[in-house]
């Protein structure tokens, strides 16, 4: 009897082992993949947070048009990076980095043409910038679901530098 009751033990402990959550393996994510996560989530935020000045204070139409747009699609890309971020167990900061904390100050000083032109150039150059992390997150990132996040955004990042280009030609 006993060594039955062992048996039975040793079989449930050597199958608890082998029944391995997937998820056990996808919080053990690398630091390029934590890295991409906060600076994408930050981009995210970032993008969010000028869209909604662009979208009430901008002079054209172009310009609030593309605001309100770049709110529309970066708070969905936010949302889902967070669920991914928060089933992987990886912090994903809903905050502006240093660069973005002072553009937004600079926007929230101007208005009419100025504003448009600090926001769209500022837009130009953010989108060049997330086109290269969303790359290489595609590229070279180790976490499946990181992987098809940054392949699933980066046609919205082009597309939206696309058009910020195209309204940037204007100033």
Request: hydrophobic share 40%.
């Amino acid at each position: 009897m006993k060594t039955k009751l062992l048996m039975a033990f040793l079989a449930i402990s050597v199958m608890s082992g082998c029944d391995k959550d997937d998820d056990d393996d996808q919080n053990n994510i690398s630091t390029n993949d934590r890295d991409f996560t906060m600076k994408a989530n930050m981009a995210n935020h970032a993008e969010v947070d000028a869209g909604q000045l662009a979208a009430t204070k901008g002079m054209e139409a172009g310009v609030r048009d593309f605001g309100a747009h770049m709110v529309a699609d970066h708070t969905t890309a936010k949302l889902e990076l967070k669920d991914i971020a928060t089933s992987l167990g990886v912090y994903a900061p809903d905050s502006l980095d240093a660069e973005h904390v002072q553009l937004k100050a600079q926007l929230m000083l101007l208005s009419g043409r100025a504003f448009d032109s600090v926001y769209i150039h500022s837009q130009v150059k953010d989108h060049q910038k997330a086109i290269a992390l969303f790359e290489a997150q595609a590229g070279s990132g180790e976490n499946r679901r990181l992987i098809d996040y940054a392949n699933k955004q980066l046609p919205h990042l082009r597309m939206h530098l696309h058009t910020a280009d195209s309204l940037a030609a204007e100033y």
